[in-house]
């Protein structure tokens, strides 16, 4: 369901009403093990339609030219809940924080100030904070991705390549932003039971990754099937229902630390 009322207009005015919350899921370590990092995932609390998933507002917003307003939002939020949960007794140690970043946001300027800002306020050392940026930004323009993302690498920030398929990027576009790893594309981990391609591609990926020293995580795995093959290619990181639903940070402390 897509929202099909003028929400774009009505960002600010959602997060000033508390309507706009956030989610955090994990990322664990190999075999399922410790959580590693936690990603931040928007929820909107419609006043009619109750609790809305991204996919419902922000092609909209999209549309609207008013994405970069909820990406500074999110930013900012996040690194402030998530400074605040390190303090906590259940937070794990050495935990990083993985944030989406849409390519109108990474396209407009301000960002390294935002950024730098956001984690100055919090407390927060920049290399815990990790952008995940679309593949298609490296594929349709590597020089304009490297411009963008280069500085952010430079300053401190990790970057990770996110929703990756089976013939686009490679180690030349992850060298060329600095880039700390990549996310697998679920549909692939989706495969991995009963699909041979699927089981190659995500091979393939795996080995070809860590080849090049960085990390891959394998998205979406929701069955012990699919975790048993991932802790079978060496997969270093995974991150799906199997292992925690996205939920408030004070529900993550009782994960395995």
Same mark, same amino acid.
């Given at each position: 369901?897509?929202?099909?009322?003028?929400?774009?207009?009505?960002?600010?005015?959602? $997060?000033?009403? /508390?309507?706009?919350s956030?989610?955090?899921?994990?990322?664990v370590?190999?075999?399922?093990? @410790?959580?590693?990092?936690?990603?931040?995932?928007?929820?909107?609390?419609h006043?009619?339609? +109750?609790?809305?998933?991204?996919?419902?507002?922000?092609?909209?917003?999209?549309r609207?030219?008013?994405?970069?307003?909820?990406?500074?939002?999110?930013?900012?939020?996040?690194?402030?809940?998530?400074?605040?949960?390190?303090?906590?007794? +259940?937070?794990?140690?050495?935990? !990083?924080?993985?944030?989406? =970043?849409?390519?109108?946001?990474?396209?407009?300027? #301000?960002?390294?100030?935002?950024?730098?800002?956001?984690?100055?306020? $919090?407390?927060? *050392?920049?290399?815990?904070?990790?952008?995940?940026? /679309?593949?298609?930004?490296?594929l *349709?323009?590597?020089?304009?991705?490297?411009?963008?993302?280069?500085?952010?690498?430079? %300053? +401190?920030?990790?970057?990770?390549?996110?929703?990756?398929?089976?013939?686009?990027?490679?180690?030349?576009?992850?060298?060329? =932003?600095?880039?700390? /790893?990549?996310?697998?594309?679920?549909?692939?981990?989706?495969?991995?039971?009963?699909?041979?391609?699927?089981?190659?591609?995500?091979?393939?990926? =795996?080995?070809?990754?860590?080849?090049? !020293?960085?990390?891959?995580?394998? =998205?979406?795995? @929701?069955?012990? %099937?699919?975790?048993?093959?991932? $802790? @079978?290619? #060496?997969?270093?990181?995974?991150?799906?229902?199997?292992?925690?639903?996205?939920?408030?940070?004070? @529900?993550? /402390? $009782?994960?395995?630390?």
């Open positions: 369901m897509q929202v099909e009322e003028p929400v774009g207009s009505g960002v600010g005015g959602a $997060a000033q009403r /508390g309507e706009l956030l989610a955090y899921q994990p990322i370590g190999p075999a399922g093990g @410790e959580p590693v990092a936690v990603e931040a995932l928007v929820r909107w609390r006043p009619r339609l +109750g609790l809305l998933g991204p996919e419902s507002f922000l092609p909209r917003l999209a609207d030219g008013e994405l970069h307003l909820l990406d500074d939002w999110v930013l900012r939020t996040a690194t402030a809940q998530f400074a605040s949960w390190r303090g906590t007794a +259940g937070a794990p140690a050495g935990i !990083g924080l993985s944030v989406n =970043v849409s390519r109108a946001r990474l396209m407009s300027p #301000g960002l390294p100030e935002l950024l730098a800002g956001a984690v100055a306020a $919090a407390g927060l *050392d920049r290399s815990l904070l990790d952008l995940e940026v /679309g593949e298609a930004l490296l *349709d323009d590597l020089h304009a991705a490297a411009d963008v993302l280069g500085p952010l690498t430079a %300053a +401190g920030f990790g970057i990770t390549v996110d929703d990756v398929s089976a013939a686009g990027t490679s180690a030349r576009h992850l060298q060329a =932003v600095g880039a700390r /790893g990549i996310k697998v594309d679920r549909s692939y981990v989706a495969g991995l039971a009963d699909s041979a391609r699927d089981r190659a591609v995500v091979r393939n990926l =795996v080995e070809r990754v860590t080849a090049a !020293g960085l990390t891959v995580t394998a =998205v979406g795995v @929701e069955t012990v %099937a699919q975790q048993t093959a991932l $802790a @079978e290619m #060496g997969c270093p990181r995974a991150q799906g229902w199997l292992f925690g639903r996205p939920s408030p940070l004070s @529900e993550l /402390g $009782a994960l395995p630390a």
